[in-house]
């Protein structure tokens, strides 16, 4: 993983983002211009050992304790960070009109994804209602995909909808979480994936019931794998818990 942040650093510096003179996270003058300061870096809890199946971080052995148990549709998950309160606040800012975060966060996944060794042809994005893209104003899974699909060079499967409203994941338990997404997604233009190596982003991955669904969904239209990657994970212990 120190690699992963090394790389990140000498990325920052060697490539000039030069509308930005102060850090996304942090908002601090930036020494060198580039996306994030060294300390929000240096503050970042990146994944060092992820769970081979869900990518939350694990303390010992391949899976975290909530893959021991459930199955998931997709065939592996990856992610940048753990799910502190540092996180938890850029993510919230992300989604509630600081939209200029997809680029310091789609930054840090695509590093992830290139360090990650998974055959990609194709990438696609958890989808949010019309009416939630109406009240946002934007999809952060869908700008971190665009992002990705110009970075990577790889096309990006946007007939992938979401038809109906599930009730707010956060107030309800993971069993339930499961029977709440089911449905509510719709794939189209099928040709286009049929027998293709599928890679989703979304920004956080707490109980993995909205992914795998996605997956679910991708793999009944002819997928060949599914993977997934995203910027936070919550570890799975945390992930069962109400208040999550
Ligand atoms: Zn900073
Ligand atoms: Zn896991």
Same mark, same amino acid.
């Given at each position: 993983m120190k690699n992963l942040i090394k790389r990140v650093y000498f990325k920052f510096i060697e490539f000039l983002?030069?509308?930005? /003179?102060?850090?996304?996270?942090?908002?601090e003058e930036l020494q060198?211009?580039?996306? /994030?300061?060294e300390k929000c870096l240096k503050r970042l809890p990146f994944i060092k050992s992820g769970c081979k199946k869900c990518g939350c971080e694990v303390v010992s052995g391949d899976y975290c304790v909530r893959c021991k148990n459930v199955k998931f549709y997709f065939d592996g998950a990856l992610s940048v960070c753990d799910y502190d309160n540092f996180v938890k606040n850029i993510i919230y800012k992300y989604k509630n009109g600081d939209k200029y975060l997809y680029e310091p966060i789609s930054f840090l996944i695509e590093q992830k994804i290139r360090s990650g060794g998974k055959d990609i042809d194709l990438l696609a994005f958890v989808p949010i209602t019309a009416r939630v893209l109406k009240k946002r104003g934007y999809n952060q899974s869908a700008l971190i995909a665009d992002y990705l699909s110009k970075q990577l060079n790889l096309p990006c499967h946007k007939?992938?909808?979401?038809v109906k409203e599930s009730s707010f994941q956060k107030n309800i338990t993971a069993a339930n979480r499961q029977k709440n997404v089911k449905g509510v997604f719709l794939l189209k233009e099928k040709d286009k994936v049929k027998g293709k190596n599928v890679l989703i982003i979304d920004d956080i991955i707490t109980t993995g019931s909205t992914l795998s669904e996605c997956a679910k969904v991708f793999k009944s239209g002819g997928a060949k794998n599914v993977w997934c990657c995203t910027f936070s994970a919550v570890k799975a212990e945390i992930a069962f818990d109400k208040s999550y």
């Open positions: 983002f030069p509308k930005y /003179i102060t850090c996304c996270f942090c908002n060198e211009k580039g996306l /994030i300061c007939a992938f909808i979401k």
